[in-house]
């Protein structure tokens, strides 16, 4: 029965307060989607989906690094950013994307999502089709196409 209270206590001491930042996941997130090509990405994301990255990574976070930050107020794991790109949402619901190089904006559609720049000029759509993502350019072609899951 002690080793029953003593385990209890642990937990209780342990979790309590978990809910914190998640630091660890979200910096394994900004790397896997860190890289200058889609596809590259998506083979990190596919790796660490593989192999439990992600479940290591948000165990860790909530045993034992968002734990910490309740208890001593400093998570040990430091924030990742990639440059100094920003997302907001506007009042049209649509997104801004800002990065050092562009800015456009994405639009929720029906079909999908389109991308504009700053000057509203249309970049670019990215929808499903037959069960396939499909990019396309302005001028109408095809970027890329691959299957998807969901």
């Known amino acids: ?12 001491v ?15 997130n900004t790397w896997v989607n860190g ?14 989906a593989i192999f439990p990255v992600y479940g290591f990574s948000m165990l860790g976070d909530a045993i034992i690094f968002n734990s910490l930050e309740f208890w001593t107020g400093d998570n040990p794991i430091k924030s990742a950013q990639i440059g100094d790109s920003k997302m907001e949402k506007l009042a049209d619901n ?9 800015q456009y904006r994405l639009v929720k559609e029906a079909d999908g999502v389109s991308a504009y720049g ?13 069960g396939k993502l499909i990019a396309i350019r302005a001028d109408g072609s095809i970027v890329e196409q691959q299957p998807t899951i969901l």
């Open 94 to 102: 649509s997104i801004r994307v800002t990065t050092p190089d562009m």
């Open 118 to 130: 700053a000057d509203g000029k249309f970049l670019g759509k990215a929808m499903r089709v037959d």
């Open 14 to 28: 342990l979790l309590a307060g978990c809910k914190g930042e998640f630091r660890l996941t979200k910096n394994v």
């Open 35 to 48: 890289f200058e090509n889609e596809w590259v990405d998506e083979l990190a994301f596919l790796g660490c």
């Open 1 to 12: 029965m002690k080793k029953l209270m003593l385990g209890a206590v642990a937990a209780v």
